[in-house]
Protein backbone atom coordinates (compact mmCIF):
# COMPACT_ATOMS: atom_id res chain seq x y z
CA UNK A 1 0.00 0.00 0.00
CA UNK A 2 2.62 2.60 -0.54
CA UNK A 3 1.40 5.28 -2.89
CA UNK A 4 4.68 6.41 -4.25
CA UNK A 5 4.68 2.68 -6.13
CA UNK A 6 0.44 2.67 -6.09
CA UNK A 7 -0.84 5.86 -8.53
CA UNK A 8 -4.53 5.02 -7.14
CA UNK A 9 -6.25 6.48 -4.43
CA UNK A 10 -6.77 4.97 -0.92
CA UNK A 11 -8.65 5.71 2.08
CA UNK A 12 -9.54 3.40 4.82
CA UNK A 13 -12.39 3.51 7.02
CA UNK A 14 -11.97 2.41 10.72
CA UNK A 15 -14.61 0.82 12.49
CA UNK A 16 -15.07 0.08 16.53
CA UNK A 17 -17.12 -3.49 15.90
CA UNK A 18 -15.17 -6.56 14.77
CA UNK A 19 -17.21 -7.17 12.45
CA UNK A 20 -19.13 -5.43 9.44
CA UNK A 21 -22.45 -4.24 9.37
CA UNK A 22 -22.40 -3.92 5.13
CA UNK A 23 -25.86 -2.61 3.61
CA UNK A 24 -26.84 -4.42 0.11
CA UNK A 25 -26.54 -3.23 -3.15
CA UNK A 26 -30.07 -1.69 -3.15
CA UNK A 27 -29.54 0.18 0.06
CA UNK A 28 -25.77 1.23 -0.84
CA UNK A 29 -27.30 3.09 -4.33
CA UNK A 30 -30.02 4.83 -2.17
CA UNK A 31 -26.99 6.02 -0.29
CA UNK A 32 -25.29 7.21 -2.74
CA UNK A 33 -28.13 8.51 -4.37
CA UNK A 34 -28.54 11.36 -1.35
CA UNK A 35 -25.83 12.83 -2.90
CA UNK A 36 -27.91 13.97 -6.24
CA UNK A 37 -29.79 16.97 -6.72
CA UNK A 38 -31.65 18.86 -9.81
CA UNK A 39 -28.03 19.46 -11.61
CA UNK A 40 -26.44 16.27 -11.02
CA UNK A 41 -27.79 12.39 -11.79
CA UNK A 42 -25.04 9.90 -11.47
CA UNK A 43 -24.77 6.88 -12.83
CA UNK A 44 -24.53 4.29 -10.03
CA UNK A 45 -23.93 0.42 -9.57
CA UNK A 46 -22.81 -1.81 -6.40
CA UNK A 47 -21.40 -4.98 -7.19
CA UNK A 48 -20.64 -7.60 -3.96
CA UNK A 49 -18.59 -10.46 -4.91
CA UNK A 50 -18.76 -11.53 -0.83
CA UNK A 51 -20.84 -9.67 1.66
CA UNK A 52 -19.99 -11.30 4.95
CA UNK A 53 -19.87 -10.19 8.58
CA UNK A 54 -16.22 -11.14 8.47
CA UNK A 55 -15.15 -10.22 5.04
CA UNK A 56 -16.31 -7.96 1.99
CA UNK A 57 -15.46 -7.22 -1.45
CA UNK A 58 -17.02 -5.81 -4.08
CA UNK A 59 -17.12 -2.35 -6.66
CA UNK A 60 -18.98 1.01 -6.60
CA UNK A 61 -19.47 2.95 -9.98
CA UNK A 62 -20.38 6.36 -10.30
CA UNK A 63 -20.01 7.62 -13.82
CA UNK A 64 -16.81 7.50 -14.76
CA UNK A 65 -15.45 7.04 -11.12
CA UNK A 66 -14.27 3.54 -10.24
CA UNK A 67 -13.78 2.27 -6.46
CA UNK A 68 -13.10 -1.03 -5.40
CA UNK A 69 -14.16 -1.88 -1.83
CA UNK A 70 -12.78 -4.46 0.37
CA UNK A 71 -13.15 -5.14 4.15
CA UNK A 72 -11.27 -7.49 7.07
CA UNK A 73 -12.60 -7.75 10.85
CA UNK A 74 -9.22 -6.54 12.11
CA UNK A 75 -7.37 -3.78 13.07
CA UNK A 76 -4.27 -2.37 10.72
CA UNK A 77 -0.90 -2.36 10.96
CA UNK A 78 0.97 -0.39 13.77
CA UNK A 79 2.96 0.89 10.83
CA UNK A 80 -0.34 2.27 8.86
CA UNK A 81 -1.79 3.80 12.35
CA UNK A 82 1.46 5.56 12.98
CA UNK A 83 1.69 7.03 9.82
CA UNK A 84 -1.64 8.51 9.77
CA UNK A 85 -3.23 8.24 12.94
CA UNK A 86 -0.36 9.11 15.17
CA UNK A 87 0.57 12.15 12.57
CA UNK A 88 -2.86 13.59 12.25
CA UNK A 89 -3.61 16.89 14.34
CA UNK A 90 -6.64 15.83 15.99
CA UNK A 91 -7.13 16.18 20.11
CA UNK A 92 -5.90 13.08 21.49
CA UNK A 93 -9.02 11.35 22.43
CA UNK A 94 -10.06 11.17 19.24
CA UNK A 95 -6.96 10.34 18.03
CA UNK A 96 -6.93 7.86 20.76
CA UNK A 97 -10.59 6.42 19.39
CA UNK A 98 -9.70 5.74 15.93
CA UNK A 99 -6.70 3.79 17.39
CA UNK A 100 -8.85 1.61 19.03
CA UNK A 101 -10.80 0.43 16.19
CA UNK A 102 -11.06 -3.52 15.71
CA UNK A 103 -11.89 -3.27 11.63
CA UNK A 104 -11.23 -1.78 8.52
CA UNK A 105 -12.91 -1.40 4.97
CA UNK A 106 -10.26 -0.23 2.10
CA UNK A 107 -11.36 2.02 -0.44
CA UNK A 108 -9.15 2.09 -3.75
CA UNK A 109 -9.89 4.54 -6.64
CA UNK A 110 -9.32 2.54 -9.99
CA UNK A 111 -11.27 5.27 -12.28
CA UNK A 112 -10.05 7.66 -14.72
CA UNK A 113 -11.63 11.28 -14.07
CA UNK A 114 -8.98 13.56 -14.85
CA UNK A 115 -9.98 15.70 -11.74
CA UNK A 116 -8.46 15.04 -8.62
CA UNK A 117 -10.95 16.70 -6.43
CA UNK A 118 -13.96 15.13 -8.34
CA UNK A 119 -11.84 11.83 -7.79
CA UNK A 120 -11.71 12.51 -4.00
CA UNK A 121 -15.51 13.60 -3.72
CA UNK A 122 -16.45 9.88 -5.15
CA UNK A 123 -14.24 8.51 -2.78
CA UNK A 124 -15.92 10.71 0.22
CA UNK A 125 -19.26 9.84 -1.05
CA UNK A 126 -19.15 6.39 -0.79
CA UNK A 127 -17.47 6.60 2.48
CA UNK A 128 -20.70 8.27 3.15
CA UNK A 129 -23.01 5.45 1.90
CA UNK A 130 -21.11 2.85 4.28
CA UNK A 131 -20.74 5.44 7.33
CA UNK A 132 -22.51 4.10 10.75
CA UNK A 133 -22.55 4.83 14.27
CA UNK A 134 -19.16 2.21 14.46
CA UNK A 135 -17.80 4.35 12.33
CA UNK A 136 -14.60 5.92 14.22
CA UNK A 137 -11.97 7.58 11.49
CA UNK A 138 -11.11 8.02 7.36
CA UNK A 139 -7.56 7.57 7.10
CA UNK A 140 -5.16 8.79 4.26
CA UNK A 141 -2.15 6.64 4.36
CA UNK A 142 -0.55 8.55 1.19
CA UNK A 143 -1.38 12.06 2.77
CA UNK A 144 0.08 10.32 6.12
CA UNK A 145 -3.38 11.86 8.23
CA UNK A 146 -6.68 10.71 9.75
CA UNK A 147 -9.35 12.04 10.61
CA UNK A 148 -12.64 11.41 12.61
CA UNK A 149 -16.24 10.95 10.80
CA UNK A 150 -18.00 14.34 12.52
CA UNK A 151 -19.84 16.15 9.44
CA UNK A 152 -17.48 15.50 6.97
CA UNK A 153 -19.52 12.88 5.18
CA UNK A 154 -22.99 14.91 5.10
CA UNK A 155 -23.80 15.49 1.10
CA UNK A 156 -24.04 18.72 2.00
CA UNK A 157 -20.36 19.05 2.97
CA UNK A 158 -18.77 16.89 0.48
CA UNK A 159 -20.53 18.99 -1.92
CA UNK A 160 -18.50 22.16 -0.26
CA UNK A 161 -15.02 20.52 -1.45
CA UNK A 162 -15.88 21.34 -4.82
CA UNK A 163 -15.25 25.08 -3.76
CA UNK A 164 -12.84 24.51 -1.08
CA UNK A 165 -10.69 22.07 -0.89
CA UNK A 166 -10.37 20.65 2.95
CA UNK A 167 -6.83 21.30 3.30
CA UNK A 168 -7.47 19.96 7.05
CA UNK A 169 -8.63 16.43 5.64
CA UNK A 170 -6.87 15.63 2.27
CA UNK A 171 -3.56 17.33 3.48
CA UNK A 172 -0.89 15.84 6.04
CA UNK A 173 1.32 18.53 8.15
CA UNK A 174 4.16 15.81 9.65
CA UNK A 175 6.64 17.40 12.08
CA UNK A 176 9.95 15.52 11.37
CA UNK A 177 12.37 16.61 14.55
CA UNK A 178 15.54 17.98 14.46
CA UNK A 179 16.08 18.69 18.15
CA UNK A 180 13.35 18.78 21.29
CA UNK A 181 12.72 22.91 19.57
CA UNK A 182 13.44 23.00 15.94
CA UNK A 183 11.86 20.68 13.71
CA UNK A 184 10.82 19.94 9.91
CA UNK A 185 6.92 20.62 8.70
CA UNK A 186 6.06 18.89 5.58
CA UNK A 187 3.19 18.43 3.46
CA UNK A 188 2.37 14.94 2.81
CA UNK A 189 -0.97 14.35 -0.33
CA UNK A 190 0.05 17.30 -2.80
CA UNK A 191 0.71 14.41 -4.97
CA UNK A 192 -3.28 13.82 -5.08
CA UNK A 193 -3.22 16.93 -7.20
CA UNK A 194 0.05 16.94 -9.33
CA UNK A 195 1.89 19.12 -6.46
CA UNK A 196 4.89 19.09 -5.18
CA UNK A 197 4.68 18.52 -1.64
CA UNK A 198 6.76 21.72 0.62
CA UNK A 199 8.91 21.87 3.50
CA UNK A 200 10.17 24.41 5.68
CA UNK A 201 12.59 24.29 9.14
CA UNK A 202 10.60 25.79 12.12
CA UNK A 203 12.25 27.81 14.18
CA UNK A 204 11.51 28.10 17.69
CA UNK A 205 10.10 31.70 17.27
CA UNK A 206 7.83 31.34 14.34
CA UNK A 207 4.00 29.79 14.37
CA UNK A 208 3.02 26.63 12.62
CA UNK A 209 -0.33 27.63 11.60
CA UNK A 210 1.38 30.95 9.61
CA UNK A 211 3.71 28.28 7.98
CA UNK A 212 0.88 25.99 6.97
CA UNK A 213 -1.15 29.32 5.58
CA UNK A 214 2.25 29.81 3.45
CA UNK A 215 1.64 26.01 2.20
CA UNK A 216 -1.66 26.34 0.98
CA UNK A 217 -1.08 29.38 -0.62
CA UNK A 218 1.84 28.30 -2.60
CA UNK A 219 -0.42 25.05 -3.02
CA UNK A 220 -2.76 27.16 -4.69
CA UNK A 221 -0.37 29.04 -6.70
CA UNK A 222 1.19 26.01 -8.51
CA UNK A 223 -2.53 24.48 -8.93
CA UNK A 224 -4.33 26.79 -10.22
CA UNK A 225 -2.20 28.66 -12.30
CA UNK A 226 -0.57 25.26 -13.28
CA UNK A 227 3.07 26.37 -12.75
CA UNK A 228 5.87 24.19 -12.79
CA UNK A 229 8.54 25.75 -9.62
CA UNK A 230 11.77 24.00 -9.42
CA UNK A 231 14.49 25.01 -7.15
CA UNK A 232 16.25 28.27 -7.40
CA UNK A 233 12.70 30.06 -7.68
CA UNK A 234 11.54 32.53 -5.88
CA UNK A 235 7.97 33.55 -4.98
CA UNK A 236 6.52 36.68 -3.14
CA UNK A 237 3.71 35.41 -0.69
CA UNK A 238 1.00 37.43 1.65
CA UNK A 239 -0.34 40.91 1.78
CA UNK A 240 3.19 42.13 2.68
CA UNK A 241 5.20 40.82 -0.15
CA UNK A 242 7.13 37.97 1.74
CA UNK A 243 10.25 36.83 -0.10
CA UNK A 244 10.33 32.41 -0.46
CA UNK A 245 12.84 30.74 -2.20
CA UNK A 246 12.48 27.15 -3.52
CA UNK A 247 15.44 24.72 -2.79
CA UNK A 248 16.33 21.08 -3.46
CA UNK A 249 15.57 18.52 -0.46
CA UNK A 250 19.17 17.69 1.59
CA UNK A 251 20.36 14.48 0.09
CA UNK A 252 20.42 12.97 3.60
CA UNK A 253 16.64 14.06 4.15
CA UNK A 254 15.23 11.82 1.18
CA UNK A 255 13.00 10.31 3.67
CA UNK A 256 10.87 13.71 3.44
CA UNK A 257 10.53 13.17 -0.51
CA UNK A 258 6.71 13.13 -1.73
CA UNK A 259 5.53 10.69 -4.51
CA UNK A 260 5.62 13.99 -6.90
CA UNK A 261 8.85 15.23 -5.14
CA UNK A 262 8.96 17.69 -2.22
CA UNK A 263 10.63 21.38 -2.53
CA UNK A 264 12.33 23.41 0.59
CA UNK A 265 10.82 26.78 0.95
CA UNK A 266 12.98 29.16 2.70
CA UNK A 267 12.36 32.91 3.51
CA UNK A 268 15.01 35.49 2.12
CA UNK A 269 15.41 38.92 2.47
CA UNK A 270 13.51 41.53 0.03
CA UNK A 271 17.05 42.65 -1.51
CA UNK A 272 17.82 38.80 -2.89
Given at each position: ?48 H ?32 D ?53 L?I ?57 P ?5 V ?70
Open positions: MDQSQNPNLIILLVYSAPYFSVPDEKTLIGRLGSFENHQETLKMNVTWQRESDKCWGEVQLDDHHIQVSGLPHPLSPEIIRTIHTSRWQPQIKTAMRQHQSHISLVYTGNHPDPVERMISLYLTAHAFENENLGLNLGAWTAHPPADFLTPEKIRSYRQTIPFNLWVGYVKFFIDKEHYWLVTKGHHIFDVDLAYAQSDENPEDIIANFINIFYYIYEKDVFVTAGDTLSIGAKGEKLQFSEVPAEMDYIMGPSGTLVIEKTSPEA
